[in-house]
């Protein structure tokens, strides 16, 4: 029994290092420098404003910052990554709650399946406008908290949005990447982009509204070992 026990564990041992030394993950900090400029208010119509318990008042969503300038909503991904990578079955989903989109920005990798909901007792229309050639726009009404509806995108492009023609106010931003490396930090500017396998990439740090429109962003290069990489960035708008 005892025998049996060190073998078992020599061989989770061994494993772990197996699955370590295929890649690990790259985590990191975007900051903004310089003050971000004031969103810009609005008033939710009278059913949205019901659907929020009340409350009427709405602004833009340009710059989301913590109290240590930690930058939300930031796309982060590798750079010319090639590859033939299986697609994901898990959709990305995105939400309608309180007559917003949840998440605003978000990332997919091309050929997966963009689930959008409604949590809303509210009607929107959805309606995704492609720039890049191959991604069909589309333009589809949704009933309050109605049927999910479907859509997926073949070919990579950069904060592909999706909007609601019914409420001009709401809009969300999927960047689709034909790799899984990627992220959007969270509300403290943070991000991981898992299971990297070890090598030296060029990573870009990109910003919706500070990198438009032709959405080049802050790059660097990481070199990622078993033990991952760290990669930080701070997106200057004193410039």
């Known amino acids: 029994m005892m025998k049996m026990s060190y073998r078992l ?5 061994l494993g772990s290092l197996s699955i370590s030394a ?3 993950d790259i985590t990191g900090k975007v900051t903004l420098k310089g003050e971000a400029p004031k969103e810009r208010p609005f008033t939710f119509d009278p059913a949205c404003s019901k659907a929020r318990g009340g409350d009427a008042k709405g602004s833009t969503r340009f710059y989301a910052t913590d109290a ?3 930058l939300g909503e930031v796309f982060v991904t590798l750079k010319g990554i090639k590859g033939d990578f299986p697609v994901p079955s898990e959709p990305l989903v995105l939400d309608q709650v309180g007559c917003v989109y949840v998440p605003y920005v978000a990332g997919v990798q091309a050929g997966q399946k963009i689930v959008v909901k409604n949590s809303d007792p509210v009607f929107h229309n959805v309606h995704p406008t492609p720039r890049v050639k191959g991604n069909p726009e589309a333009n589809k009404a949704q009933l309050p908290k109605g049927k999910d509806l479907e859509f997926m995108f073949k070919n990579p492009e950069q904060f592909l949005r999706f909007k609601c023609d019914v409420h001009q106010w709401m809009f969300a931003y999927v960047n689709v990447v034909d790799h899984p ?3 959007v930090t969270g509300e403290d500017g943070s991000f991981t982009i898992k299971n990297v396998p ?3 990439y060029e990573i870009e740090a990109i910003h919706r509204k500070s990198h438009a429109p032709k959405y080049q962003g802050v790059v660097q290069k990481v070199t990622v070992g078993a033990d991952g990489a760290t990669a930080d960035f701070v997106v200057d708008i004193t410039k």
Do not use: D, H, S, T
């Open 68 to 70: 240590g300038g930690g």
């Open 181 to 183: 490396y990627f992220a």
């Open 198 to 200: 070890p090598g030296e």
């Open 9 to 13: 564990l020599a061989g989770v041992v």
């Open 22 to 24: 295929f890649g690990g």
